[in-house]
């Protein structure tokens, strides 16, 4: 196991295009976090899954983002009709755990510019 | 919203000297990470520290924890040009579920 990893690196989209995003975790690890990170910002959360539940969005997340994680393995993140404001870094990470008392392993992202 | 404010926002140093950053957060926490970013990558833990501990080391890594005052300290002693990056605290915030970044300090370390 080569750690979490996302898929594309980079994505570059029209505006109102949809796009998708793919991020397979640690094979044992339950639980799997989107964020997304401006330049020189933080990382933002967005969602997390515990196995295949998605236990809490953030209010960042509008109803053109939608995110899912059949079975509890890979996780896709779609973003409909996109926008220029949508431009950011998405970063999927993975844990082991009922909570944040372990570490996250983060993929190395996807890079998404909307023009 | 993000719980954690790093300080200072950038530093530069030269290889060889020591590297302070600082956090502050707001809400009551069971544990404090710090990550490390190299630019444009994904996000490598460094340290967790718990609530009930005050001070921890990991390499040339220390960190500090106090509770009373909502504040970390991240210690990079000796640096080296490869210590250059964007570090970030989290917490876990106030039910656990997540870890909420504070906007990082950029560290660059000169050779």
């Known amino acids: 196991d080569t750690g979490v990893s996302q898929d594309p690196r980079h994505k570059i989209t029209k505006r109102g295009q949809n796009v998708t995003f793919r991020c397979d975790p640690i094979s044992e690890h339950n639980r799997l976090y989107w964020y997304r990170q401006t330049l020189g910002q933080g990382p933002e959360f967005l969602t997390y899954f515990q196995n295949e539940a998605q236990l809490e969005k953030s209010r960042l997340l509008s109803d053109r983002f939608s995110a899912e994680r059949p079975k509890g393995s890979f996780s896709t993140l779609e973003i409909q009709r996109t926008e220029q404001g949508d431009s950011a870094m998405y970063l999927c990470?993975?844990?082991?755990?009922?909570?944040?008392?372990?570490?996250?392993?983060f993929g190395q992202g996807t890079r998404l510019t909307v023009v | 919203s993000q719980q954690g404010e790093e300080d200072p926002q950038a530093l530069s140093i030269q290889e060889g000297e020591n590297a302070t950053m600082n956090c502050s957060y707001k809400?009551?926490?069971?544990?404090l990470q710090w990550y490390r970013q190299n630019s444009g990558r994904g996000l490598v833990h460094l340290i967790l520290?718990?609530?009930?501990?005050r001070e921890k080391h990991s390499g040339r890594l220390r960190v500090t924890l106090d509770t009373s005052k909502k504040s970390s300290s991240l210690l990079i002693t000796a640096s080296r040009a490869a210590d250059t990056a964007s570090y970030f605290c989290?917490?876990?915030?106030?039910?656990?579920?997540?870890?909420?970044f504070g906007a990082g300090t950029i560290l660059r370390v000169k050779s």
């Open positions: 990470a993975s844990s082991q755990g009922w909570d944040m008392n372990t570490e996250a392993f």
């Open positions: 520290i718990r609530s009930n501990e």
């Open positions: 989290a917490t876990d915030a106030r039910y656990g579920n997540k870890l909420v």
């Open positions: 809400t009551s926490i069971n544990n």
